[in-house]
């Protein structure tokens, strides 16, 4: 059923999962870490008219015996009482929050829960059959630990719900970490088990938070094989990064055949991101989710869940990084060309920044990295190093 | 940190009386490159690695050895008397007996008896440990004037900053002996506002300096 809005041909079959309350979740106005950035994406979607309210459907919570899945009783119920403030600040922070990183705020444990209940949302929208797709940018919080809050993230809502696939619908899960930090919480969730595949593409850690995320980490026991990592050089541009992603993917998928593909789609892997420092362009924003979704069709009857995640120039880039997104889950053409005026209108006010007014980023965007060609062949040695893995078993088959 | 912290407890040994067929089986059985020869009430009389053994028999490919070689018996052929340690020296000093004397294991030695051993692999893990490079953080380079009571000054600005300091690794400045290059793992992922405090306080900043934005 395709009907006519705009510049866009909508085909329904991909869901947002949005709600007001998924704001609740805020360390503080000056925290780098800003949920407005799913309001700007949102009404960018909108004005483009790419988005209609009946696409949008409210994320539930999740409920304790479901945070459970992936998280310590003890560890949750230290969250709880931060968040009514009926604990002191130094006896929290062996549980990771009140650091200056992931401070306590008011209602933490249910702003965290309802980020969880947004991506089992997604999954039930997904494994249940009514979508193809689903997409929650409240998630991706991929730090979490099992008891332990890191890196702005409290709760890990990937490593819950891929818990929760398999216990409810015995899939096997593929989940792609594309954000510029090291899947770390989620790789380290599923490091043993043989039926959920984690791949992380990253800056390298050797100066970067969290610091993991080696090609050498390949899983443990029987779940060795089944984490990939790729971590990309500093100052690693779209093509390097690009290249990286594309092989990565196809060979993995197609070795480790997923009945469902989770993707965590951090937009800080962008020239102007303030945390991290690798030299992508709003082109690979484009880029990842078209080939999420092509694996999807191939080989998962086009089962897609897509989260957010890392995204902390929240004006220039993180709006249009994930109203491509939303737009390549739908089928839509690339938008080209100027952002609708009414959004750039209503935000530029509000905005510290210029912000960019088009699609496209400005060209040039930055001055030429002088080591480019060391950077790329050593991406290269790099990918081909992780990928050998699966490359040698499928020579001796 | 003392080397009891780190050495390895449950060390294989063998006896002078033992032969180069035993200590091949039982370091492959193993999987480890040191064996201490000890007597029965537990002194190291000497030390036997894989090398020393490879040096015997050469390869078990060839059909010309002797062999007779797997009879000798260890006593001929082990180095006597090896360097040893003791469980309270400083893990940091028996780095410098590995290194100046270029061996691969260090046996632990008190009241005369074999109590551990430390092996080449146990002290790098222990240094990449030092190093915090297996833990969630940030790596920040600051360029620092080589004078006394400077790293209180640069610390100062972490202890502003409510940042949890992981390693601190000093290091000569290769263009200018004048400073030193300190390189520091904070436990934070947005260590923007330290850096903030560090260029502030007048520190150059190396790393993250990343050309095109300030
Ligand atoms: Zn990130």
Redesign the pocket.
């Known amino acids: 059923m395709a009907e006519c809005t705009g510049n866009f041909v909508m085909k329904k079959n991909a869901v947002f999962i949005y709600s007001k309350e998924q704001l609740g979740y805020s360390f503080s106005d000056s925290h780098p870490f800003n949920q407005k950035r799913i309001v700007l994406t949102l009404d960018l979607l909108k004005k483009s008219g790419a988005i209609t309210d009946s696409d949008i459907i409210a994320p539930r919570t999740a409920t304790d015996d479901e945070l459970f899945l992936a998280h310590d009783a003890k560890f949750i119920d230290v969250v709880k009482k931060a968040g009514k403030g009926e604990i002191k600040e130094a006896a929290c922070e062996m549980y990771g929050i009140g650091t200056e990183d992931t401070p306590i705020f008011p209602n933490m444990h249910e702003a965290s829960a309802m980020l969880v209940g947004g991506t089992l949302t997604a999954v039930d929208e997904v494994m249940s059959g009514r979508a193809r797709h689903a997409l929650n940018l409240g998630g991706g919080l ?1 730090h979490g630990f099992k008891g332990r809050a890191s ?1 702005f993230c409290v709760y890990n809502d990937s490593s819950v719900a891929i818990k929760y696939i398999q216990q409810k619908y015995g899939a096997r899960v593929l989940y792609i970490d594309t ?3 090291h899947g770390d919480g989620v790789q380290w969730s599923f490091y043993d088990d043989p039926d959920v595949c984690t791949v992380s593409i990253h800056e390298t850690g050797r100066y970067l938070f969290p610091g993991t995320g080696s090609i050498t980490e390949r899983g443990n026991g029987k779940g060795y094989g089944t984490s990939f990592n790729f971590p990309i050089d500093a100052f690693t541009e779209d093509e390097s990064f690009l290249e990286v992603y594309r092989t990565a993917i196809k060979e993995i998928t197609e070795h480790f055949k997923p009945d469902v593909i989770l993707t965590q789609n ?1 937009a ?1 892997a962008h020239f102007f991101d303030p ?2 420092h690798l030299y992508g362009t709003i082109n690979i924003f484009h880029e990842i989710p078209r080939l999420a979704r092509e694996m999807a069709n191939k080989y998962c009857e086009g089962r897609w869940i897509a989260v957010g ?3 902390y120039d929240i004006w220039r880039v993180v709006p249009r990084a994930w109203a491509h997104l939303w737009i390549e889950m739908n089928g839509l053409d690339a938008p080209t060309g100027p952002l609708p005026t009414d959004w750039v209108k209503r935000w530029q006010s509000e905005s510290p920044v210029s912000l960019i007014e088009t699609w496209e980023d400005p060209v040039p965007l930055y001055k030429p990295i002088p080591r480019k060609e060391e950077i790329t062949e050593k991406n290269a040695q790099m990918l081909e190093q992780a990928l050998q893995i699966i490359r040698e078993k499928r020579e001796s088959c | 940190m003392l080397i009891e912290e780190i050495m390895k407890l449950d060390v294989v040994t063998l006896f002078p009386s033992n032969t180069v067929k035993d200590a091949l089986e039982i370091m492959l059985e193993n999987k480890i490159r040191h064996l201490p020869i000890i007597t029965e009430d537990q002194a190291v009389v000497g030390i036997i690695t894989d090398r020393d053994l490879k040096e015997i028999v050469p390869s078990t490919m060839s059909d010309s050895i002797d062999k007779n070689v797997y009879d000798i018996k260890l006593s001929e052929v082990m180095t006597k008397n090896p360097i040893t340690a003791h469980p309270m020296d400083f893990v940091e000093e028996s780095a410098v007996v590995f290194y100046t004397n270029q061996i691969g294991s260090l046996p632990i030695v008190s009241n005369n008896k074999l109590v551990g051993i430390i092996t080449e692999t146990d002290l790098l893990y222990k240094y990449i440990e030092l190093t915090g490079a297996h833990q969630p953080g940030s790596q920040i380079e600051v360029r620092v004037p080589n004078i006394p009571g400077i790293l209180f000054e640069v610390s100062k600005v972490f202890y502003e900053h409510k940042t949890n300091v992981l390693s601190v690794l000093v290091y000569p400045d290769k263009e200018n002996s004048a400073n030193k290059i300190l390189v520091i793992r904070i436990k934070t ?1 947005n260590p923007l506002q330290v850096i903030d405090g560090l260029k502030t306080a007048g520190f150059e900043v190396l790393w993250p300096n990343v050309p095109g934005i300030s």
């Open positions: 991929h890196g954000d510029a930090h951090g800080d945390l991290t995640g890392g995204g | 992922m």
